[in-house]
């Protein structure tokens, strides 16, 4: 691999040829209105010549070899453009232009968090990134979620970690857990995973959101980042702001990449894909994309304490480090013009990804699994039986997860007679959790225990219908207006019988072992590691909700801009929420631009956080009865006697004031301050002791026990256009502050060091720098991500020492049709500060530090468009 890199960067490294013989290439550039254009940069594709237009908007390139040439002009807003021409001897070529305007630039017109036609972003009240494909693209990682943690500074994103969220990545955007962010396609709710994250960092358990993993990148158009709460245009979820994923609408084209990668520890990733646009009659577009990944497992532990020395252990015997996951993901995007008013479109996606992880070691000779147990449950005397003999180097159970997600989006949108435009659409979505149980057994079965369960699957299942209305009473005001209805359906299904059940070996601990003359150790009762899904609580859970809402944007002159938004919802579980917003823009000048923005906003629990139950169950050693520890449903009996009670929604106050500024035709800024106030957070408790109930020893449920308050700013500066380099810098600072904690039956449910993590196991200060250089044909860009110190979650709290990434990706467009790229993420194979919280467990580094602790790793790619 590294050979093939350094063969390819020796390629890229090659210089133009010279031509002894020589003549020019001269013109002019004009915008669209036909005005000269100053200063745009004009370049010979495939060479370093080039040449900038003076204050007429001509240019002169001289020195340019005889023969064909592509001239290619950049300036900033404006689309970049080539045209063809060929150079005599002696002569002057004469090549004009007229730019149009570019929505993927500074001045993008965007679609999130407005209801306006062709609002830019600039001009937005409340602060919008726009994220293009190329900038998708320039991302070596194949993922969706570390592509947006690269690129937007707001937005974390922790490892995998245990369990099922071994399967969907933890993410936050503005230090608030992913629930707390609302993910559009199309500008169309997406649906959620089936996981709730019973496991993560401190925030985010309990998060029940939409996975981003499932969409590929190769299939999007481009990404709007809405840095904003936005519940009262949106409704639930919407409180740190909206993602929108906009996909790939052109009806023409093939492009196909494939990608390897190989880390510095020697481990191999790979992906191909592929995007088809076809014309849909003369009329309509239909697009399709789709890709298939692997990616390798990374193993960064040592060897488990427990496991030294042990003969036939695996070194190392469990696995610190990301899954072993495969998938293939697709998204299709298609419209048809009924009419020169009426357009019916359609979209979706399909996903069946794969995954698997390890579990804690069972080491031999310790309390548990690999204990002695008679080999007739009932009569000691018959002699014993030991899983020990059949795993004599112990056990690590491994979990695989299958998920399916489904989604498809029907609708027709237009404009009436009258002016009003309107979009009615409707959607289902949907996403499946199959569970498989390796390498593990249910003691309590003794010598009949299967060692591969099912534990049961889970789903999630969103239906959507909306009617969207928009009106520009005049040229200045414009009115909105739209209906909407939800269902969310949740399902937990029954999982193996053994896999939940206490078998016959259950109670062995009341007898008496003839070999030791003591009792027998109290087996487990469930599939260890991962218990199955009892049927007294599998099931299916719902609920639906109304909403209604309206919504004006009044320029009021061509400075000042006003904004308002009414939001009314009645959910089936709860009741009603009403929910506003009032934003407003002012231009100070051509230059300056103040906005600024206050909302309040809401997260309604869902059905799985509402009803989710995970038991599991053992028997007591001494006094022979069944205890039973886990989550159950904040309303189950037990839960209410300890204080629990229906959940209801997250209450969030948002504020927020910022200045956009074009400092130059280059340089552009933003800063952006806000403050997002959370009452009534939903989050799991601690596990609660139990009374008056021997079959419980413990249990936890999901309150609204938490009130936190969150401040930050956020810095984006651009500079782009001159020289053919590119160059941006992103800051975000973020704290979060637990500021009220009530009580849940006289007891504090979130315990003190929960509270610390939530604090601070997320960098407050997050840097983000990229510059991108065009030598022509060949293109190199530099990117560095710096992270603030953080604490490891666990035991003392070690700190973890502020750290930078680097990337560098080097790309050569060998012609029309072919581009070669070749990179290294972290190339400095940087790694976070060890600890020693989790080292006898073989974990030398924290856990879910946001940096990762996988090292570097170098790829190459290969682009393909005809």
């Known amino acids: 691999m590294f050979n093939r890199l350094a063969a390819l960067l020796l390629l890229l490294s090659i210089p133009s040829l010279a031509f002894a013989q020589s003549g020019s290439v001269s013109g002019k550039v004009t915008d669209p209105e036909g005005a000269v254009v100053p200063g745009a940069n004009v370049l010979i594709v495939g060479t370093t010549l080039g040449s900038s237009t003076d204050e007429n908007g001509e240019y002169m390139i001289d020195d340019v070899p005889v023969g064909d040439h592509t001239v290619e002009v950049r300036f900033l807003g404006f689309s970049t453009q080539t045209q063809y021409t060929t150079v005599v001897q002696g002569q002057s070529s004469s090549v004009n232009f007229q730019l149009s305007e570019d929505e993927m630039l500074l001045d993008a017109v965007v679609v999130t968090g407005t209801r306006s036609v062709g609002r830019s972003a600039m001009q937005s009240a409340t602060p919008i990134d726009k994220i293009d494909v190329t900038a998708l693209e320039k991302q070596g990682n194949g993922d969706m979620t570390e592509t947006l943690k690269n690129i937007v500074p707001s937005f974390a994103a922790t490892p ?13 955007l503005r230090g608030l857990p992913p629930d707390d962010v609302l993910i559009l396609m199309n500008s169309k709710r997406r649906h959620r995973s089936s996981l709730i994250a019973h496991f993560g960092a401190a ?39 909206v993602i929108n994923f906009l996909l790939n609408d052109s009806d023409e084209g093939l ?10 520890e020697g481990e191999t ?20 994309s789709g890709e298939y990944s692997f990616n390798s497992e990374l193993s960064r532990g040592v060897q488990h304490a427990a496991a030294v020395g042990v003969p036939g252990a695996k070194d190392p015997a469990m696995n610190w480090g990301r899954p072993e996951s495969s998938g293939f993901r697709s998204v299709f995007n298609a419209g048809i013009d009924l009419n020169e008013t009426t357009k019916l479109y359609a979209f979706g996606n399909f996903a069946d990804t794969y995954g698997a992880y390890s579990f804690f070691y069972r080491a031999p000779g310790k309390a548990g699994a690999l204990e002695p147990v008679p080999t007739n449950p009932n009569d000691p005397s018959q002699g014993n039986f030991c899983w020990c003999d059949t795993f004599p180097a112990g056990f690590t159970p491994n979990l695989k997860g299958r998920q399916q997600d489904i989604s498809f989006v029907g609708g027709v949108k237009g404009e009436l007679s009258s002016g009003v435009a309107y979009d009615v659409s409707g959607s289902y979505g949907s996403n499946r959790m199959e569970y498989e149980l390796n390498g593990s057994l249910n003691a309590s079965w003794g010598p009949d225990s299967q060692t591969d369960f099912s534990p049961g699957d889970l789903k999630q299942e969103d239906l959507n219908f909306n ?13 909105a207006g739209g209906l909407e209805y939800r269902k969310e359906t949740y399902s937990m299904f029954e999982g193996d019988e053994q896999s939940w059940k206490a078998g016959p070996w259950a109670q062995v601990g009341q007898l008496v072992d003839p070999a030791t003359g003591d009792n027998y150790g109290a087996p487990g009762i469930n599939s260890n590691g991962f218990a199955g899904t009892n049927p007294a609580v599998a099931g299916e859970f719902s609920g639906s909700n109304y909403a209604a809402y309206l919504d004006a944007e009044f320029d009021v002159n061509e400075d000042l801009l006003l904004a308002a938004a009414l939001r009314y919802e009645d959910f089936s579980e ?28 809401f997260r309604a629990p869902t059905p799985g956080q509402a009803n989710v139950t995970v038991i599991t169950t053992s028997f007591d050693g001494v006094t022979g009865q069944q205890v039973q520890e886990g989550t159950v449903a904040p309303t189950h009996p037990l839960a209410v006697g300890l204080g629990g009670k229906a959940l209801v929604p997250e209450d969030a106050t948002n504020i927020s004031f910022g200045l956009a500024a074009r400092a130059s035709q280059y340089l552009s800024l933003t800063v952006d301050a806000y403050q997002i106030d959370v009452d009534s957070r939903i989050i799991k408790s601690r596990s609660l002791a139990v009374s008056g109930d021997p079959s419980f020893s413990e249990l936890a449920f999901y309150t ?3 009130s936190t308050s969150t401040r930050g700013i956020d810095v984006v500066a651009v500079w ?8 941006s810098l992103a800051l975000n600072y973020n704290e979060t502050e637990v500021t009220g904690q009530e009580e849940v039956g006289g007891q504090l449910p979130v315990s003190a060091s929960v509270i610390h993590n939530i604090e601070n196991n997320l960098p407050k200060t997050r840097l983000s720098a990229s510059v991108v250089h065009d030598f022509g044909k060949l293109s190199a860009s530099v990117r560095a991500n710096y992270y603030s110190g953080t604490i490891d979650e666990r035991g003392t709290r070690e700190e973890v020492d502020p750290a930078a990434l680097i990337d560098l990706e080097l790309s050569y467009k060998v012609n029309a049709n072919l581009t070669l790229v070749g990179g290294a993420n972290n190339i400095l194979n940087t790694y976070p500060t060890k600890i020693d919280t989790r080292l006898s467990q073989g974990m030398p580094y924290p856990r879910r530090t946001p940096i990762g602790y996988h090292g570097g790793m170098t790829y190459l790619r290969a682009v393909w468009n005809m």
Do not use: C
């Open 160 to 172: 995998l970690t245990g369990d099922g969220s071994a399967f969907v990545r933890p993410t936050s």
């Open 467 to 479: 009617a969207d209305f928009s009106y520009p009473v005049q040229e200045n005001l414009n009115l």
């Open 269 to 288: 990733d790979y992906k191909v894909a592929a995007n088809a646009g076809f014309p849909l009659t003369e009329n309509g577009f239909l697009n399709v």
């Open 203 to 241: 925030m985010n358990v309990g998060a029940h959101a939409a996975d981003i993993g499932m969409i590929p990148s190769i299939g999007l158009k481009s990404v709007e980042v809405l840095r904003d709460g936005a519940a009262a245009q949106y409704g639930s979820d919407a409180i740190a702001g």
């Open 720 to 727: 782009n256009g001159s020289l053919n380099t590119d160059v």
């Open 704 to 706: 609204n026990s938490l």
């Open 255 to 264: 492009t196909v990449q494939t990608q390897l990668g190989q880390w510095y």
């Open 574 to 601: 709860f009741g009603t929420t009403t929910n506003g917003k009032l934003a407003a823009r002012y231009n100070l000048n051509s230059r300056f631009t103040l906005r600024g923005a206050y909302s309040t906003g």
